[in-house]
């Protein structure tokens, strides 16, 4: 009966389907052209450290960008940031296909462009997560949290096309690919005519004094003192701060492992990990049809925690079929995990605080992330992969037990709560 309670309103307003459809063009061009940009950067260094720097690099401002984007964004319009961030993105991609196509390239000047292009992309992330759930109709967060994963799990289709047309026509057509879908995104989003109450309610409730830096300042704090005051959504954060420093060790890690051990090894990691997406669209799916009954979330969730930080710490050590199953199981439970994680903490916090929660909480990921980059860069000249990727999985384990599991009472108020 709470399901269909859900389902009552609409989910596909006019609104919600403009912010889908430009989702879908903007995350299909970055796709085609990100993991080129990957590529072209190992062809170039042949070196797993110098691949972590451009990472880090892009990662980088993703630590500080989001908590002071987050500060601001609780008091001017996301709407317009996110298609002016956009616009912006589509001529930094033209600009960089020009110049490409003059045979030049500067590994710093590169590197300093992902800086710039990542820290677009961490306020950008901001915006669009504190926006996504004004649009979303009552009882319909799951069902449209689900829809999101299942658009990033499709755009990663293109990742082989990527491989593919980057060994024939190289990267600066695909950066060029990418600026007219970030163009042709930011016009969509212009078109969005939800009302953005909480502005208003930011200056009913608060008339500062403060101006500036100070009020940025001020709203920073009172960011992360909402978070440390709620103790369950402190606990979550702290967990995935955990989990992102996983994220980042695999991120340099998988890559660069399967082209040193197999000939061609980029597409069999392409066939590994593409049955991970595989599993993340046939879950999408089921939680698109089938609410996960509210008092059952946090067993579930932290029983994915578990499961897929066990999972990726070992399929390395498997042969490829069973790598493929494993990351399929693990695509699965990626997005069970994302779908309650984001739809009941983004139902939970007031929209008033929505930016300086994301903000806080993304600073907190984006940190783990750039820790687990620098500790993989490092630790990989010393100990082989597969052991670092290991250790840090189990240390993922053991935090899902300690502050998923003994936040036991604070959390699941959040996850096990009607949307």
């Not at 969005?192 to 403060?210: F, M, P, R």
């Not at 402190?234 to 340099?252: D, E, K, M, Q, T």
């Not at 498997?318 to 739809?343: A, D, E, K, L, Q």
């Not at 998923?404 to 949307?419: L, W």
Request: proline share 3%; with cysteine.
């Amino acid at each position: 009966m709470g399901a269909k309670q859900k389902t009552a309103s609409p989910l596909w307003t006019r609104d919600f389907t403009i912010i889908t459809l430009g989702s879908v063009v903007s995350m299909l061009g970055n796709s085609l052209s990100g993991f080129a940009m990957s590529l072209m950067v190992l062809d170039i260094s042949q070196s797993t450290l110098l691949y972590a720097v451009y990472i880090a690099m892009y990662t980088l401002p993703q630590l500080f960008v989001p908590i002071v984007s987050g500060a601001i964004l609780d008091r001017f319009s996301r709407k317009k940031t996110i298609y002016t961030l956009d616009f912006i993105s589509a001529s930094l991609y033209a600009l960089m296909a020009l110049l490409l196509t003059t045979g030049w390239f500067s590994f710093p000047v590169f590197a300093v462009y992902c800086f710039v292009l990542g820290s677009i992309q961490s306020m950008y992330m901001v915006a669009y997560q504190s926006f996504y759930p004004l649009l979303i109709s009552e009882g319909n967060f799951q069902k449209a949290y689900s829809i999101a994963s299942v658009l990033e799990t499709l755009s990663a289709v293109m990742v082989p096309l990527s491989a593919f047309l980057y060994r024939q026509i190289g990267l600066s057509p695909l950066l060029g690919i990418n600026a007219l879908c970030f163009l042709i995104a930011a016009i969509m989003e212009t078109r969005i005519g939800a009302d953005e109450h909480y502005l208003e309610t930011q200056k009913e409730t608060k008339q500062s004094e403060l101006s500036g830096s100070r009020q940025v300042l001020s709203d920073i704090r009172e960011g992360f003192s909402y978070l440390v005051g709620e103790k369950g959504l402190l606990a979550i954060a702290i967990y995935f701060f955990f989990s992102a420093i996983c994220g980042g060790v695999s991120s340099v890690i998988v890559l660069p492992w399967f082209k040193s051990v197999y000939e061609n090894g980029e597409y069999l990691y392409m066939l590994v990990w593409g049955m991970a997406l595989v599993g993340r669209a046939i879950g999408g799916m089921i939680h698109y049809r089938l609410n996960i009954p509210a008092k059952f979330r946090f067993t579930v969730a932290l029983t994915v925690y578990v499961v897929i930080s066990v999972l990726e710490g070992v399929y390395l050590f498997t042969p490829i079929p069973v790598m493929m199953v494993m990351c399929f199981v693990v695509g699965i439970g990626g997005v069970t995990s994302y779908t309650i994680r984001i739809s009941a903490t983004q139902s939970y916090v007031p929209d008033e605080r929505k930016g300086r929660f994301n903000g806080a909480f993304n600073m907190l990921s984006t940190s783990g992330a750039l820790l687990g980059e620098v500790l993989a860069g490092a630790l990989t000249v010393l100990i082989p992969e597969r052991f670092v990727l290991l250790t840090v999985m189990l240390l993922c384990v053991l935090a899902a037990v300690v502050f998923i599991g003994g936040g036991r009472k604070h959390v699941m108020p959040i996850y096990n709560r009607s949307q």
